[in-house]
Each structure stands twice: as C-alpha cells, then as structure tokens.
C-alpha cells in the first residue's frame, strides 16, 4: 500500500512560528500539504497562505488537503528559487513566514514510473516537475564522461565518481541507458559498496542536478531573507550534508539581517524516527528577521 506523506519535524517547524504573527506566509514546497494544514490550524491570523509547489500532482493532492482554508490560498506552481516573481506577480511585497521542506516527497518515491528509486523499473526522469526540459535520461547519454564525474563527486560525494561515469560511457556507446534498472546494472559493481544501496548516491546526485537542488536552495532563502518583514522568521528543512551546508552558510552570510534561531540543525526524536524512517536525516535551521 502506498504510504501517505508524513510531514517531518512537525512540532518543531510550529514551535518556530510560534508567537509570530504571521499576515502572509510563503511556503516553497506544499507537496502533500502537511505543514500547511498545521500552520495554517495554528495561525487563524494568516490571510494570505502562498503554497508553491514544482510538481502539479502534490499542489491536487494539497488542494484537497487545504480545502477548508482555500480562500486563503494563493496556488503557486512553480520553483521556491524564483520566490521573488512569484510575490510580484501577486502584487506581496512582504512576508512574516518562509518554509521549505525539501527533497522528494513519499509520493514521488512511491510513483516509480517517475524514475526517482533505484527500486524497480522505470524511465530515466527524475523530474520534480514534468514540464521542465531535462531528464536523467538525457544527462547520463549525452554528458561527456568528465562532467558525469564531476556530478557524481560534487552532488553524491561518490567517491569511485570516475569509475562509475567511465562505466556508464562504456555502456552508453553499445546501447542508450534507458531505465533506472539499466542505470542500476551499470553502477552497481563500480560504485562504492558500504551501508547504502550501491547506486544511492549516483541518484541522488542526478536528482539535484535535474531539478538544480542547490541552486534552488540558495537563491530561495536569500530571496526570503529579502523579502520577509522584522520579526518574521524563516525556516528550512533539508536531507544532506550539501543542502545543509547551503543553509548554514546563507543564514550566516546574513547575520546583519537575521538573528539565528537554531545553534545547532534541530532533528527527530526518537519516536519520529521510529514512525517515519524519512525523518532520521532530516535538520531543521531556523533565523528570524532583524529590524
Ligand atoms: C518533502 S516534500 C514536502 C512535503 C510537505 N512539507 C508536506 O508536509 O506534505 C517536498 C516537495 O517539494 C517539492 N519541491 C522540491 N524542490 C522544489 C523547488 N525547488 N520548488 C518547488 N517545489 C519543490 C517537491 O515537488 C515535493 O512535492
């Protein structure tokens, strides 16, 4: 049965906005509507919930989840790193809240012909939004063999990178790598071998490149460090080492406009990570906005 997406670090993400009066908030991945439907139960004051999301099957799936506060709801289909034109095209100059929560969802997980697991059979995709351009198909033919090195290395930190791209030419130049089994096949006896499935890293690495994760990240939260009003705060939820980091060093690259809410990454407790296995990587980091 397919699992419904849990929304991680919950209270946590609560006890941040708590006390803030929050008139307009930006959420930049909605996905399933989880924290929305908390957020917007705990802050009757919001009068205007900006709910943006890159893939349209999470923003139907939030419309019926976020039903009872639709008057409030500004649909937006679209990537959190444009922030900015989306407030413009809505005629928001300011914000009181900022959150994003990012990653992939359970459900595209769980939707295997998008091609995001190395668990069974599927195309190469791994779009997070259908209508964009390029697919994991298109960068494991078409890259040339260093720059699939580079990719493996920088976004998975797979250490034997260049053994797994000189693999995937290889057998690129007899067949096109079609299919995430195929992909599995080929990066399988050459990738590194330890606690992880052997090709975790090469998909995660190929997932941010297809949908440009870092650069969403960073230019999405300086754009919300812009744009929220004092006293507002923003918040980011993030999976790995790399999405990390880029928190860490954009909240402090600002600290003469934000004051920073969390030393140290917040994580589960244990409970969480008993309930949802998804929430055990995940680090929360939080700064409020100065005068
Ligand atoms: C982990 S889920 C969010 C779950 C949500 N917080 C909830 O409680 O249901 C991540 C979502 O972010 C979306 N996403 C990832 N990167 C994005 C981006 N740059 N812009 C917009 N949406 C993005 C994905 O499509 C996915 O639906």
Redesign the pocket.
């Known amino acids: 049965m397919k699992k419904a ?1 849990q ?1 991680v670090l919950l209270q946590e993400v609560l006890k941040i906005f708590e006390g803030v009066e929050l008139r307009v908030f930006f959420e ?8 929305a439907q908390a957020i917007l139960g705990a802050h009757p004051e919001i009068e205007r919930y900006c709910a ?4 349209p099957k ?1 923003l139907s799936l939030a419309r019926k989840v976020l039903e009872p506060w639709k008057d409030k709801i500004e649909w937006i289909h ?4 444009d922030v900015k034109r989306h407030l413009k095209t809505l005629t928001i100059r300011g914000i009181d809240g900022f959150l994003v ?5 359970s459900m ?1 997980l769980d939707e295997r012909e998008r091609g995001f697991s190395f668990l069974g059979d599927a195309p190469l995709d791994m779009r ?1 939004d259908p209508e964009a351009n390029l697919t994991a198909e298109r960068i494991v033919n078409e890259y040339p063999e260093k720059e699939l090195a580079r990719i493996f290395f920088e976004y998975g930190e797979e250490r034997r990178s260049r053994k797994v791209a000189s693999a995937i030419v290889e057998a690129r130049r007899k067949r096109r790598i079609r299919t995430t089994e195929d992909l599995v096949r080929i990066v399988k006896p050459v990738a590194t071998r330890g606690r992880l499935h052997p090709a975790t890293l090469v998909f995660q690495a190929l997932r941010i490149v297809v ?1 440009d ?1 870092l650069k ?1 990240l960073e230019e999405g939260l300086k754009s919300a460090i812009a744009l929220t009003r004092p006293r507002g705060r923003i918040a980011a939820i993030s999976f790995h080492s790399l999405e990390d980091r880029i928190v860490k060093n954009v909240f402090r690259d600002a600290k003469k406009e934000v004051a920073i809410l969390t030393k140290k990454p917040v994580g589960p407790n244990l409970q969480e990570m008993r309930i949802n296995p998804r929430s055990r990587s995940a680090k929360l980091r939080a700064v409020e906005r100065l005068e």
């Open positions: 997406h929304p930049g991945t909605v996905g399933a509507g989880g924290h943006c999301d890159r893939d999470a679209g990537a959190y790193g929560d990012i990653g992939v969802s595209q997070m949908n994760e969403q």
